[in-house]
T-cell receptor, first 114, second 117 residues
Framework: AQSVTQLDSHVSVSEGTPVLLRCNYS??????LFWYVQHPNKGLQLLLK??????LVKGINGFEAEFKKSETSFHLTKPSAHMSDAAEYFC????????????FGGGTRVLVKP | DGGITQSPKYLFRKEGQNVTLSCEQN?????MYWYRQDPGQGLRLIYY???????QKGDIAEGYSVSREKKESFPLTVTSAQKNPTAFYLC????????????????FGPGTRLTVT
């Protein structure tokens, strides 16, 4: 079994300040972890993925995430928010043993203030 | 350009009618998936298929049906038995390999917003 908890349903930041989106996971398998972003009325775009190589993963648009097995966490960060970062972000866990089905967190909506 | 296409972008139907949502991919992926997203919520899996002519129910399959006659195509039919069909529907595809323990990322289409009145 696997599950994902995104600890904040909404995050508000000022443009140019750091962004932190928190994610904890649970999995009976050796999981892969992903962050996806969704802009309004659009599909999901992959930001980055962890699949057991380096624990610090760099993604697109300046985002990165750190896999911490001891804390079962996979938090997403960006050093400086941009207005275009306003969107919903989903933390996702997957494992081949689970049929490669994705298990989604509830999402974190990010608001960027000018 | 490789990717996933869903059509139409917006779809309106009267209650009691079946409706079919299209999903096509040219990524040569074996696996395809259908999700439903309701306002303010994450995605819920409806059906998935790992190989042509085979598919499995996801978490909320009741009132939906699918077919997988071609590798590139995975249409979803929303039947009149689906009690609350108005939602945003997303199709996705991925590599599938039984030799790997890791899960593969899924690539998503742009979605179809279905409104049933």
């Amino acid at each position: 079994a696997q599950s994902v908890t995104q600890l904040d349903s909404h995050v508000s930041v000022s443009e140019g300040t750091p962004v932190l989106l928190r994610c904890n996971y649970s999995s009976s398998y050796s999981p892969s972890l992903f962050w996806y972003v969704q802009h309004p009325n659009k599909g999901l775009q992959l930001l980055l993925k962890y699949t057991s190589a380096a624990t610090l993963v760099k993604g697109i648009n300046g985002f990165e995430a750190e896999f911490k097995k001891s804390e079962t966490s996979f938090h997403l960060t960006k050093p400086s928010a941009h207005m275009s970062d306003a969107a919903e972000y989903f933390c996702v866990v997957s494992a081949q043993a689970a049929g490669n089905k994705l298990t989604f967190g509830g999402g974190t909506r990010v608001l960027v203030k000018p | 350009d490789g990717g996933i296409t869903q059509s139409p972008k917006y779809l309106f139907r009267k209650e009691g009618q079946n409706v079919t949502l299209s999903c096509e991919q040219n990524l040569n992926h074996d696996a395809m998936y259908w999700y439903r997203q309701d306002p303010g919520q994450g995605l819920r899996l409806i059906y998935y298929s790992q190989i042509v002519n085979d598919f499995q129910k996801g978490d909320i399959a009741e009132g939906y049906s699918v077919s997988r006659e071609k590798k590139e195509s995975f249409p979803l039919t929303v039947t009149s038995a689906q009690k609350n069909p108005t939602a945003f529907y997303l199709c996705a595809s991925s590599i599938f390999s039984q030799d790997s323990l890791k899960g593969y990322e899924q690539y998503f289409g742009p979605g179809t917003r279905l409104t049933v009145t």
